[in-house]
């Protein structure tokens, strides 16, 4: 753990050096939704692989850059693609960008991904708010010695999305006549292999609307480090275990995409709130 804090002490000194100003949020953009990160004002672009440290990204479809500016006139941090247990990390390492953030001033984490639809109320295209989760990683960020300088040994997740970034998000909705928004309960798998049909009515059993391999182990170290959490899924497709279609990630990717305006013009409108 003591060479975990290192490494960590030293990618914030590293970042501390080269951004302007500390950002107050942080936006993780997951599959297909990085385009926010080109609308960012003054933006300086760091590659994951110029920051000491940092995991490298190895998804295809992940940009692999962090992004300091402003965005609607408020300091942010946007990571323009994150990192996965499935791709070898262990659960500390690839929530190290989250732990970077706070440690330099972050105090609200607006996290997105892409996810599998299990609520048969969906649509392809449904923006989920997320109010809770489930988390079926075999590991956890905290495991091991606590470092009390960064948050306490057990950290209360009763209500790890802040119910009023919930409610804000649902009436910035409202407002701007944003189609296909609800709220779900999200469950993170290990990955990389998607679900069976037993395995899809097991889940919708357990009482999730969407499943994905991400996000729960970024929420937990938010939570740790004493940040606000909005969690956004974007529903690519919606998963039928009695009708179980191939999935195929180009299509999801796509689907994704197509619903990155939608999602775009929610966070633009809830950013000026926070």
Request: charged share 20%.
């Amino acid at each position: 753990m003591e060479s975990f804090k290192q490494r960590v002490d030293e990618a914030v000194g590293f970042l501390r050096d080269k951004m302007v100003e500390p950002p107050e949020i942080v936006l993780v953009l997951g599959t297909g939704l990085s385009g926010l990160g080109e609308q960012i004002e003054s933006p300086l672009v760091l590659p994951y692989g110029g920051i000491p440290n940092f995991p490298k990204a190895t998804v295809a479809s992940h940009a692999g850059n962090l992004i300091f500016g402003r965005l609607c006139d408020r300091p942010v941090a946007v990571l323009q693609g994150r990192f996965h247990y499935y791709e070898g990390y262990s659960a500390r390492e690839l929530t190290m960008p989250i732990r970077v953030l706070a440690l330099l001033g972050a105090k609200t984490l607006i996290v997105s991904n892409s996810a599998g639809g299990l609520n048969p109320a969906f649509a392809a295209g449904t923006v989920m708010v997320v109010r809770d989760h489930l988390n079926f990683i075999p590991d956890n960020p905290l495991r091991g010695p606590n470092v009390d300088a960064w948050g306490p040994r057990f950290p209360d997740l009763s209500a790890p999305y802040d119910r009023s970034l919930i409610d804000t998000t649902l009436a910035c909705a409202a407002r701007e006549q944003i189609a296909q928004v609800a709220t779900g309960v999200y469950v993170a798998i290990p990955g990389p292999s998607l679900e069976t049909p037993a395995e899809t009515r097991y889940l919708r059993q357990c009482g999730a609307d969407a499943v994905g391999m991400s996000t729960v182990p970024e929420v937990i170290v938010a939570i740790h480090a004493g940040m606000r959490v909005l969690g956004l899924s974007v529903v690519a497709n919606v998963n039928d275990p009695d009708n179980l279609k191939p999935i195929i990630l180009e299509e999801i990717i796509e689907e994704t995409k197509r619903a990155e305006d939608r999602l775009t013009r929610l966070l633009l409108a809830v950013l000026p709130e926070i």
